[in-house]
C-alpha cells in the first residue's frame, strides 16, 4: 500500500533556494492551521520524492525548523510539529542540552556592566523620576536624544542634529520605523546576499520582497547594485558597512562613496545599519550618512556596545517629512520612545561610565577575536577590525550544515548558513558570535567544539566528492 503524505506543501514560484521555499511553506502551513502541533511530518525520503528534489534539500529544511523551534524530531520516530512556542525563531538554546553554549546570537558579554548599572541607578534616584511614568514625546525626551547624539559624536565620524533624531526600543524597531517609513508591502527592499537575520524576519512580517546582491571583500558591489535597482525598480537599500553581519567586512572610503553614487543615480533611500560601528574605533570609517545626509536613515543603538537590555535604539533622519514619517509609524506601533532604558543610557554618556564600558568590551572583543583566530586559523576570514562582535567561517553549504549540526550535537549552537542568506551569490558559511558567552574559558572550550565540527565536515565532505 503506497505511503500516504500527511502534508503535501505547495512551494512559492520563486528564484529563492528550495530549502528557503520549503522552510516558508512548512512555516505558513503552521501558522494557518494546516498543520497542528503533534502532526507526524512526511519522511525525508518521502517528501523528497513528492517534490521531485534532493534528499539533501528536505534535510536541511527539516533541520532548520527543528533549530527555529517549528518542529521536534525523536530518533526513530520521526519529526512532528512543535507546539507554539514565544519568539521561536529567536531561540536559540539547543535542545536537550541544559548546559549548552549558545554561539548564535550576537550580543556583548556583560563583564562590568551589572555594576555600572547600579551605580547608574543610584544616580537617577536622587533626580525627579515622575517623568519616567507617563508617556514620553513621541521622538524620546530631549535631553535623551541630546545624549544619543552626543555619543555618535564620540563613536563615530557622524554629527547628527539631536532634532533630527528618534529614540527606539533598541535598534531592531529603529530599522523597522525607518524601513515602514519608506516602504509598503509587497515592495521589494535591496540588501546585501547575506544579512542581519532580524531583516528577513521583519520582511516576512511586513511583507517586503528582500533582494539580495553579490558582496566582494568590501561588502556590498556597487555595480550589483546598481543592475538591481534598474531591474526591480527598488527604492529602498538596507545595508551593513561597517563589520557586515555575518561575515565581519567592512567597506573602505571609497567604496562607500561608490554606493552613493548609485543611490544618487537611482534615487534610492538608504537604512544604514551601523550598530558595529563602536568596533571599528571613531575615526575608522565615514558613516554612509555623512555623506548622503538627504537620504539615509541611520541605525545606530546602545545594544551592541553598552547594554542589549537598556532596549536602546538611536534612527537618525534626515530631518524634515523623513522625520515626521518616522514618528507616524512609532506613534501607530508604540506611541512614544521608551524613557527608563534611555535614561540609563545618557546616565551613562554623562558621566564618562558608557566611555569606560565600550573601551572595556573593546579590549575584551580584541581578546575574544584573537583566541578565535589562532583555533580556527584559515578556515576563519578575519574581521576588517582586531575587534568584533562575530567571525565568519566561509564554507561550502553542505559542509557547513553538517558542521553546525555536528556543533549542536555537542552542545554549542552557532548560526546556520541559511539564517543570513537573503540570495546565495556563492555566500555560505558559518557565523560563530563571541560575546555571549561571560566566561573566555568557556568561551575558548566551546569553540574548540566549533572547530572540531568545521574541520570534521570538511573531510567528511572531501570523502563524499572522492
Known sequence: MPYVLTWKPVLEDTPRPLVDRLLAALERDIRAGVLAPGLRLPPQRELAFFLNVSLGTVTKAYAEAER???????????????????????????????????????????????????????????????????????????????????????????????????????????????????????????????????????????????????????????????????????RVLYVTPTLHNPTGRTMGDQRREEIVRVACARDLWIVEDDVYALYAGPNAV?????????????????????????????????????????????????????????????????????????????????????????????AAEAPSFASSLHVWLPMAELAAERAAAHALRAGVEVTPPSAPIVDWHGLSGLRVCLGGVEDRADLEAALKVVAEAVGGAGDQLARAMM
Open 286 to 378: 565615514t558613516p554612509i550618512a555623512a555623506l548622503a545626509p538627504e537620504r539615509t536613515l541611520y541605525v545606530s543603538s546602545l545594544s551592541k556596545s553598552l547594554s542589549a537590555g537598556l532596549r536602546v535604539g538611536i534612527l537618525v533622519t534626515p530631518g524634515g517629512e523623513a522625520l515626521e514619517r518616522v514618528l507616524r509609524a512609532l506613534r501607530a506601533t508604540a506611541y512614544s520612545a521608551p524613557a527608563l532604558g534611555p535614561a540609563v543610557g545618557a546616565q551613562w554618556i554623562e558621566d564618562g561610565t558608557a566611555d569606560a564600558l565600550a573601551s572595556e568590551v573593546q579590549t575584551e572583543m580584541e581578546r575574544r577575536v584573537r583566541l578565535a583566530m589562532d583555533l580556527f586559523g584559515p
Open 68 to 234: 527555529r523551534g517549528l518542529t521536534q524530531a525523536t530518533v526513530g520516530r520521526g519529526t512532528f510539529v512543535a507546539a507554539p512556542a514565544p519568539d521561536a525563531a529567536f531561540r536559540f538554546s539547543p535542545r536537550g542540552q541544559p548546559n549548552g553554549v549558545n554561539l548564535a546570537q550576537n550580543v556583548r558579554p556583560v563583564l562590568s556592566g551589572g555594576a555600572a548599572l547600579t551605580r547608574a541607578l543610584d544616580r537617577l534616584r536622587k533626580k525627579d523620576l515622575s517623568r519616567l511614568l507617563v508617556y514620553s514625546p513621541s521622538a524620546g525626551e530631549d535631553d535623551h536624544r541630546r545624549a544619543m547624539a552626543d555619543w555618535l559624536g564620540r563613536t563615530t565620524r557622524l554629527e547628527p542634529d539631536w532634532r533630527d533624531l528618534a529614540v527606539t526600543a533598541g535598534g531592531q524597531q529603529a530599522v523597522a520605523l525607518a524601513l515602514g517609513s519608506l516602504a509598503s508591502a509587497g515592495d521589494a527592499i535591496l540588501t546585501e546576499a547575506g544579512t542581519y537575520y532580524g531583516l528577513r524576519t521583519l520582511a516576512e512580517h511586513a511583507g517586503y520582497r528582500l533582494k539580495g546582491l553579490q558582496l566582494d571583500a568590501e561588502g556590498l558591489v556597487p555595480e550589483a547594485l546598481d543592475r538591481a535597482a534598474a531591474a526591480t525598480g527598488a
